[in-house]
């Protein structure tokens, strides 16, 4: 299965996410979508790029636009792609991975995608990813195993955070960013639906002091999973159920 390494966040949550592993030293800014589009597969919303086709963004996500055409290359082992000028107003670039063999594919920041021979050639081996540049910075370096072959798709961005929403009750919804965690998160219900689970909910205790801690506790409750509430974005109308686990 593709995995990602981003920042641990030390919750139910993360530990219970099959692509997401200990990274440390990570800033939250990172927007990384594997597969299907959302963020760690198992239903939460996350700054989906959407945003760019003019498609409805979920309170605390980017809008991001794209500012130059997209460059395309198809590379083996480690490689430095050439941009071209920057343009005004890019904040960054998305990119678009994906695995042509196994191997694990290292982003400039540190982040990286690990795929097996299994997900070669499915939507598996497919990561999307969003990364700031030093200025005056116009490559982007991918580093992989002799051997390992990645096609990668990039484009200068300009990205806004939108704000998040608030409620009636003075609950903010919406997505996790930089500034941290609404009460109410955007998820997708079992049902299809997207709606909102409080914060709260969606960290149960116990409280994982690390990964490994995590990844132990998950292990010995394999097979099982906890149902949390969806609701509108008001708080108290039920539309769903989410599920951790299983």
């Known amino acids: 299965m593709n995995q990602l390494d981003r920042k641990f966040q030390g919750a139910l949550r993360a530990a219970l996410v099959a692509h997401v592993s200990a990274a440390p030293s990570r800033t939250r800014r990172r927007r990384v979508w594997a597969g299907a589009g959302l963020l760690s597969g198992v239903g939460l919303l996350g700054g989906v790029a959407a945003a760019a086709s ?16 997209a460059v395309t290359v198809t590379r083996s082992g480690t490689a430095t792609v050439e941009l071209g000028e920057v343009p005004p107003g890019a904040t960054g670039v998305s990119l678009s ?49 002799p051997g390992e072959q990645w096609r990668l798709t990039i484009t200068y961005v300009n990205a806004v955070t939108s704000p998040w929403g608030v409620n009636a009750k003075g609950e903010t919804y919406g997505v996790e960013n930089a500034k941290g965690s609404p009460v109410l998160i955007a998820v997708v219900a079992t049902n299809g639906v997207v709606g909102y689970a409080y914060s709260k909910d969606l960290s149960p205790e116990p409280d994982f002091k690390s990964p490994e801690e995590a990844l132990a506790w998950q292990s010995a409750h394999a097979g099982t999973y906890v149902e949390i509430p969806v ?6 109308t039920k539309v769903g159920v989410f599920r951790i686990g299983g």
């Open 54 to 69: 003019g498609l409805w963004v979920v309170p605390g996500a980017d809008i991001v636009t794209p500012l130059a055409d």
């Open 231 to 236: 609701y509108g974005s008001d708080g108290e």
């Open 97 to 145: 991975l994906s695995c042509l063999s196994a191997g694990t594919f290292t982003f400039d920041d540190g982040a990286s995608s690990r795929c097996s021979a299994a997900d070669v050639g499915t939507r598996s081996a497919w990561t999307g990813y969003r990364q700031e540049l030093a200025r005056g910075q116009h490559t982007v370096t991918i580093k992989a195993g």
